[in-house]
């Protein structure tokens, strides 16, 4: 087959006058992205973040799309007023969409339309931006800011400061990061965080950054506190030793105040560009992806015999189970070199003792519990479900252990030689909550990534809860996890999609959970004996 021409593309998505969906309050946006299979079936590619009490947000997460010059990329963005903490998004108000390829985007560079609603009617006067740049570096900064004496905007309590990046491009500025925010501190520490150089500065070191710095208000309405403009090449210059300082000038208070010197000032402790490895650096340079299987056998998924069980396995030779092991497992297959799978079961009775086991090898062979292939796991669950009496509880705990402590194994050694991914396939009843927090909490700081797919109708909230998409989980110490590893997909949401598209949505977050663990230990990839191409160069 011939080399595909394919070139990484980052869009840049803001929206204007969008319908007010929430009494009392501003409509809470986030922006859906969807792409058209071959089939003609749209599957979810990813979403920004939401913003809080605004019907004019710009959105900070971009979306990063391999573009095929030859390939018509059918794109769907979809904005949604969210009011829960759900994932469906059936459950949030529409405030509308837009329907356009990926070439048009990239030719207009930057392209505003009207929002429609699903019957094609305007949504109000909304409108949606897109912007698309071609990624040519794959250069990142890593930060550490602080600031000091900022200007107190709150008339109880103090200010809750955060800041926004700006990047200068042909039309103005566009936003290319918002940190967190620091409640109630004048004198705030934020988080350490990165942004790709290309979001920031299209590479140009010597090119214009703006940086602002707001009081965040949850009604939205954020007080500006103050601003500054600087370079990359300046930001660099920054050490812990001797920080790069900026004064946060504000424009406004500046007119108005006699003897005014500034609204604080902001303090950059470190600025380190970095080049930074790509899934396919790593995957390219030896590193392996270890994949294990682990089926739920708890009560709660109904007799196997019985035909409305989710183990019921049809004249067709299928189940959701199956399907599920089938279409993630031929993907991750091509990335693993012996093509051989561990696959587990847990909380069936088994035999001979018929006692409880949380962790049993599906081929009841605990010294070796490999499968050949995923023909070979499909093969194993077969044999074992008339083997075994479904029982209970539901403890994720003891499985996601047990993949960590080969996880952890593989981080003593001082390349990324190896990366866990443990598929989890459940009917999404859990019992050990707070145990099954811990464990991940825990091998968030190891190379692994987990994936449930929740098969059957049941409430899935607590799945949803474990997927940290809106916000860090904890443990039940508190203690936070130190990334997002794990990814809830419901099956049936892709029952009527071709095989590939549960597969590109359960392994869409892998690639970067692979890059960023492995860049944050400064692993590089086990045959990277040439020094890495200085970016922008081929």
């Known amino acids: 087959m011939a080399a595909q021409c394919v070139t990484k593309v980052e869009l840049t998505v803001s929206c204007e006058n969008l319908l007010d969906k929430d009494i009392g309050s501003k409509s809470d946006p986030l922006c859906v992205l969807l792409m058209n299979s071959s089939e003609s079936k749209w599957y979810e590619l990813a979403r920004t973040e939401k913003v809080q009490n605004c019907l004019n947000p710009k959105f900070a997460k971009k979306f990063v ?115 967190e925010v620091v409640k109630n501190n004048l004198n705030p520490t934020w988080r350490p965080f990165r942004i790709p150089l290309q979001s920031l500065c299209g590479g140009d070191m010597d090119k214009s950054v703006k940086v602002e710095c707001y009081d965040y208000d949850n009604d939205g309405s954020h007080d500006l506190i103050g601003t500054f403009e600087t370079t990359l090449t300046h930001l660099q210059e920054a050490s812990r030793t001797s920080p790069a300082e900026f004064e946060c000038i504000n424009s406004k208070k500046k007119q108005k105040k006699k003897g005014y010197k500034n609204s604080g000032v902001v303090s950059v402790k470190l600025c380190q560009v970095v080049k930074e490895y790509t899934f396919l650096d790593y995957i390219m340079g030896g590193c392996q992806l270890n994949f294990t299987v682990a089926v739920d056998f708890t009560g709660s998924n109904g007799d196997p015999r019985s035909p ?109 030689s190896q990366y866990f991914v443990l598929l989890i396939i459940t009917d999404g009843v859990i019992t050990d909550m707070d145990e099954t927090r811990n464990a991940i909490v825990n091998a968030s700081q190891l190379p692994m990534s987990i994936i449930i797919v929740g098969v059957g109708g049941a409430d899935f909230s607590a799945m949803e809860f474990l997927d940290g998409d809106d916000g860090r989980l904890r443990s039940q110490t508190g203690k936070t996890a130190m990334r997002d590893i794990v990814q809830f997909v419901p099956f049936r949401q892709f029952q009527n999609s071709p095989p590939e598209a549960l597969a590109q949505n359960v392994l869409a977050e892998v690639p970067s959970q692979v890059v960023e663990f492995f860049n944050s230990k400064k692993l590089s990839p086990p045959n990277n004996n040439p020094p890495p191409n200085p970016a922008g160069t081929i």
């Open 65 to 179: 799309i391999d573009y095929y010059f030859e390939v018509v990329q059918k794109l769907r963005f979809g904005i949604y007023d969210i009011d829960n903490k759900t994932v469906d998004l059936s459950d949030d108000d529409f405030l509308g969409e837009l329907e356009c390829t990926l070439g048009q985007v990239v030719s207009s560079r930057k392209l505003t339309r009207p929002l429609v609603l699903k019957n094609k009617s305007p949504a109000g006067r909304g409108t949606i931006t897109i912007s698309a740049e071609e990624i040519k570096d794959s250069r990142v900064a890593n930060f550490e800011v602080e600031a000091r004496k900022l200007d107190n905007k709150d008339f109880f309590g103090k200010s809750d400061p955060y800041l926004e990046f700006f990047k200068l491009t042909e039309t103005g500025w566009q936003l290319a990061h918002r940190t």
């Open 308 to 416: 409305d069980s989710l183990h019921y396995i049809s004249p067709q030779g299928v189940n959701e189970y199956l399907n599920a092991i089938w279409s993630v497992g031929t993907v991750v297959q091509d990335y693993d070199s012996d093509k051989m799978f561990p696959a587990f079961g847990f909380g069936a009775q088994i035999p001979p003792t018929w006692k409880v086991s949380h962790e049993f090898p599906l081929n009841f062979n605990p010294a070796n519990p490999f499968c050949a292939g995923v023909a070979g796991v499909v093969e194993a669950y077969r044999m074992c479900l008339p083997q075994v009496k479904l029982y209970g509880p539901t403890n994720f705990s003891p499985i996601i252990n047990h993949v960590a402590s080969f996880a952890n194994q593989a981080l003593q050694q001082t390349t990324a």
